[in-house]
């Protein structure tokens, strides 16, 4: 905000009509805003080790989810089926 008011003044200080300063601030504030939000995105390597990471994962709950049905469910069959 003191940076915006600055270069405001810095202008009118020149002769620039407050119309024109006024856009030259807004549109540097709008690049600004811009550069920051383009800091946050993913990058594409970013995203990959995310999915790779997403991958183990998922097989190690297949593989949770298998051993549970083979040491809890198989040998209980007899007694779900019983009525």
Same mark, same amino acid.
């Given at each position: 905000?003191?940076?915006? $008011?600055?270069l405001y003044q810095a202008l009118k200080s020149i002769d620039v009509s407050?119309?024109?300063?006024?856009?030259?601030v807004d549109?540097?504030?709008?690049? $600004?805003v811009t550069k920051a939000d383009l800091a946050d995105l993913a990058t594409k390597a970013d995203l990959r080790a995310l999915e790779s990471e997403l991958r183990s994962d998922?097989?190690?709950?297949?593989?949770g989810m298998g051993l549970t049905i083979a040491v809890v469910l198989i040998p209980a069959r007899k007694q779900l089926? $019983? $009525?």
């Open positions: 905000m003191k940076a915006s $008011i600055a407050d119309e024109r300063a006024s856009a030259v549109a540097l504030e709008t690049e $600004i998922l097989k190690l709950l297949k593989w089926l $019983i $009525i």
